[in-house]
C-alpha cells in the first residue's frame, strides 16, 4: 500500500484543482497531473480496489474531488471564451504542449525493455487507424449528439485520461464534437444534463476497466505506451485541421501568434513531462 502523506483538506482541494486541467484542456491528461502531485498510483489503486480500505480512502480523495469540480466549473468559461474568439492560436498551442509530451511517453515506453519492431508497427498502425477512424467518424457514425449519451461517453474518455497517464481526452472530445457543448454545460453548472452523464460514464470507466488497465500496464508495458503514443500523435494532428478548426478568418497575424503558442506549448509540455518524471 501506498504510503499515506500528511496533508491538509485544502492542499488536496488545490490538487483538485490542478487535476481539474486535465479534463477540459487539450493536450494536458489528468494522469499526468495526479502523477506530478504525486497521488496517481493511489487514484489508480483505489479504483482498481474500490472496496479495500474504501472509508480512508474515499475521505482522502473527498477534497480532490471537490476542489476538481470547482476546477472545473471555474476554469471552463474562460477557455470558452479563448476558443470562441482566437481558436486557431489556442488549438495550435494546445497541439504544441501535447508534442511537448511525446519525449517522455516515448521515454517510458521503453522502461521495461527495449523497443522492438512490433512496437513501432503497433504504433504506427495505431497511428494510421487511429486517425482514418477518428477523421472519418462523423461518416461511420454521424455526429456525436451532445445529449444524455454523449456526455455518457464523454465521462468515459475523461476517466481514460485518469487511468492512462498521457492519453489526453479533450483531444478526442474536440474532433467527436463533444467538447465545446461540454464546456458550456461546467460554465452554466448544468448538474443533470452535463455533470450527471460525465459522473456516470466516469464511474463506469473505472469499474469495469481499472482492473484491466492496471493489468494491462503491468504485463504489456510497452506495447500499452506504444498505443498513447500512436492515439495522441493522430488526435494532435486531427485538433489542428478542419473540421475541427476553422481557417474562415486566418490571417498572417493568427499564423505568427499559432507558431509563437505552438513553440510556447512544447516548452511547456516538455517541462510538465520532467515535472512528473521527478515526482511520480
Do not use: C
Not at 134 to 157: E, R
Amino acid at each position: 500500500m501506498i504510503k499515506e502523506r500528511t496533508e491538509s483538506f485544502l492542499s488536496r482541494f488545490f490538487k483538485g484543482v490542478i487535476i481539474a486541467l486535465g479534463f477540459i484542456l487539450p493536450g494536458v491528461s489528468g494522469g499526468v497531473l495526479a502523477a506530478i502531485l504525486g497521488i496517481y498510483e493511489r487514484i489508480l489503486s483505489f479504483m482498481a480496489h474500490l472496496t479495500h480500505d474504501f472509508k480512508r480512502n474515499f475521505l482522502f480523495f473527498l477534497p480532490v474531488g471537490i476542489g476538481g469540480i470547482m476546477g472545473i466549473v471555474l476554469l471552463s468559461k474562460p477557455l470558452e471564451w479563448l476558443l470562441d474568439h482566437y481558436q486557431v492560436m489556442v488549438l495550435w498551442g494546445f497541439a504544441g504542449a501535447i508534442i511537448g509530451t511525446l519525449p517522455a511517453l516515448l521515454k517510458e515506453s521503453t522502461k521495461q525493455k527495449k523497443r522492438d519492431s512490433i512496437d513501432l508497427i503497433w504504433m504506427f498502425g495505431t497511428l494510421i487507424v487511429g486517425f482514418l477512424i477518428l477523421y472519418f467518424m462523423d461518416n461511420l457514425l454521424g455526429t456525436v449528439p451532445a445529449n444524455f449519451f454523449g456526455f455518457t461517453l464523454a465521462g468515459a474518455l475523461i476517466a481514460l485520461g485518469i487511468l492512462v497517464p498521457g492519453l489526453s481526452p479533450s483531444n478526442l472530445l474536440l474532433v467527436l464534437g463533444l467538447y465545446d457543448p461540454m464546456l458550456n454545460g461546467f460554465k452554466n453548472f448544468d448538474m443533470l444534463g452535463t455533470f450527471l452523464p460525465i459522473a456516470i460514464g466516469g464511474v463506469l470507466v473505472i469499474l469495469l476497466l481499472s482492473k484491466f488497465i492496471e493489468w494491462l500496464l503491468k504485463q504489456f508495458h510497452s506495447r500499452m505506451y506504444h498505443f498513447i503514443i500512436g492515439i495522441v500523435i493522430a488526435s494532435t494532428i486531427l485538433i489542428i485541421i478542419p473540421p475541427v478548426a476553422n481557417y474562415a478568418n486566418f490571417t498572417m497575424v493568427t499564423g505568427i501568434v499559432s507558431v509563437i503558442l505552438f513553440i510556447l506549448g512544447m516548452m511547456l509540455g516538455f517541462w510538465m513531462s520532467r515535472l512528473e518524471e521527478k515526482y511520480k
